[in-house]
């Protein structure tokens, strides 16, 4: 591998004054090969730099000559539009300085090319605008009262699936293997692993993500990762780090069930389960009860965190929160996620 951070071609919305509201990269690259860095040196300038249809046909060539095939097929599709495209030359993991490097690192995440918390993400949200989202594309918000009215004038019907500053991941990403009930739940920097199905309650932040196979009724915060074989019930919910400005970030193990309308803002090891209706933070005072069901001790949860084959229950009796073992495994149905 070369020291070059990461690169994509692609093609971008701007505003009619000129203000870029998006951009879609088809093939992102990270980390390339030695020969690959060196090929996009020699024609690219570091950072972000405007080229025509003809450069990126040509780049296409190169780029199958230097032995990455994926991205030169995505810079020739894009030759094929014929408008100006957008490189974006990253040597370094910086800080987030305009609009096109954010969205490359957002495809980055969903095109599987980079976990979760491995990104540096700061400065995004200054450099994304907030745009309105619509069945035509991105329009800027100081135009959309415009576009809304010419669609009309010649009989067409504009509909505006949402005002944000992020878009449905699937606008630009469609991950191997995946089942999404509701596409407008999923943001676009949400990684989904194989075999993963999001049903229509679950919602996956930007820089969050289930590494996969998982069943996702829930929600997933930024930040948040839900490794293998773990799932989330209807209307659960993780504590992400915009949580309350807070930076801890909660992760979930293999294994585990977050029954529906439970949450937790601590980490759970493998196999762990959390009662439907509960909810575990930090702060929750939890007793601490061994296998015959004798009381150990008192914990906050924030003791608790990260450990593995924990069973959270609130006794019915006392209205206490409880912490016993956990023996049972979750096993998802192998045929719900196979999804070929």
Known sequence: ?????????GHATNSRAGKMLEVYFPTPGKEPMAAVAAALRARL??????ITPAAAATLARVLTDAGAAVQARGCQQLAEIDKPLTAVLLERDDAIQSTAEAYLKLQLLSHRLAL??????EGIFAQLPNVVWTSEGAIDIAEVDNALISARRIGRHLTIHAVDKFPR?????IPSGVRIADASRIRLGAYLGEGTTVMHEGFINFNAGALGPNMIEGRISQGVIVAEHTDLGGSSSTQGTL?????IKVSIGRQCLIGANAGTGISLGDRCTIEAGLYITSGTIIDVVDEDGNWVRTAKGRELSGQSDMLFIRNSRTGKVECRTNRAAIKLNEQLHAHN
Do not use: E
Request: proline residues 3%; hydrophobic residues 40%; negative net charge.
């Open 1 to 9: 591998m070369s020291d070059l951070f990461a690169f994509g071609i």
């Open 45 to 50: 300038s570091t950072g972000v730099s405007a």
């Open 116 to 121: 979760p918390n491995t990104l540096n993400l």
């Open 169 to 173: 991941m699937t606008d630009y990403v």
């Open 243 to 247: 949580s309350g400005g807070g930076n």
